[in-house]
């Protein structure tokens, strides 16, 4: 199994400049989440997914959208990227939003930098 | 005031020391605690559950005081593979709705 796994590894944007970060997961886990990690300010949820076909949004929502593609596969898009988008994004899967949330499986990370 | 607030660290350790990190947590309907280990440039991980009655797991012992919002870390016999920082984490809301809520870390560095 290959767990969480997330496209790119690095990317970088110019402003304005739009990019779908690409998460996936084979552990049939239900929810899905995205979490933005900046310096000195911990991980900071953007959006999850509770379940296929629900998305709610998280402590950071402004500047992006999500698509839960299917049970595999959750999307983040920023549409107009900004500076203060430059952050290591990391995907995470959890059997549910619920009970067993807590183990949480992170991808490794996305780094990215908007100029 | 942060949901949940650690000393960022770095605590330098030789091998062998042992090493005390808390946390505090700002909402007193937090339901579960946790300890997630994060190396340097990589994803965290779950390190621990943080049960009422205290747990250990080896070389580490969670504990949860309730009563003044904080959750502890105790490692003892300190290994160089400790050297991480270490994440505190919160679980809030309802069942089906619950997210995690993560301290911005507290990090070790352990020499020889």
């Known amino acids: 199994n290959a767990g969480v796994t997330q496209t790119p590894k690095f990317q970088v944007l110019k402003t304005g400049q739009s990019m779908t970060l690409q998460c996936a997961q084979d552990?049939?886990?239900?929810?899905m989440y995205w979490y933005r990690q900046d310096p000195g300010m911990g991980l900071r949820l953007i959006y999850y997914?509770?379940?296929?076909?629900?998305?709610d949004k998280g402590e950071v929502p402004n500047g992006y959208n999500v698509s839960r593609l299917n049970k595999r596969e959750f999307s983040l898009r920023l549409e107009s990227a900004a500076p203060s988008q430059t952050s290591v994004y990391f995907c995470?899967?959890?059997?549910?939003?619920?009970?067993?949330?807590?183990?949480?499986?992170f991808g490794p990370g996305t780094r990215l930098l908007v100029l | 005031r942060k949901e949940v607030e650690q000393d960022p660290g770095p605590f330098n350790v030789p091998e062998g020391a042992t090493v005390a990190f808390n946390c505090t947590y700002s909402?007193?309907?937090?339901?579960?605690f946790f300890w997630y280990r994060q190396d340097c440039r990589k994803e965290p991980k779950l390190l621990m559950s943080?049960?009422?009655s205290g747990n250990e797991d080896g070389r580490f012992t969670a504990q949860l005081n309730r009563a003044s919002q904080y959750i502890s870390l105790l490692i003892r016999d300190s290994k160089l593979s400790d050297s991480a920082t270490y994440l505190c984490?919160?679980?809030?809301?309802?069942?089906?709705?619950?997210?995690?809520?993560f301290g911005t870390g507290t990090r070790l560095l352990v020499s020889p």
């Open positions: 995470a899967s959890s059997e549910w939003a619920g009970e067993g949330s807590e183990t949480q499986y």
């Open positions: 984490v919160v679980i809030e809301g309802p069942w089906g709705f619950q997210k995690l809520v």
């Open positions: 997914s509770a379940s296929e076909g629900t998305t």
């Open positions: 909402n007193s309907a937090s339901q579960s």
């Open positions: 943080v049960y009422s």
């Open positions: 552990m049939n886990h239900n929810s």
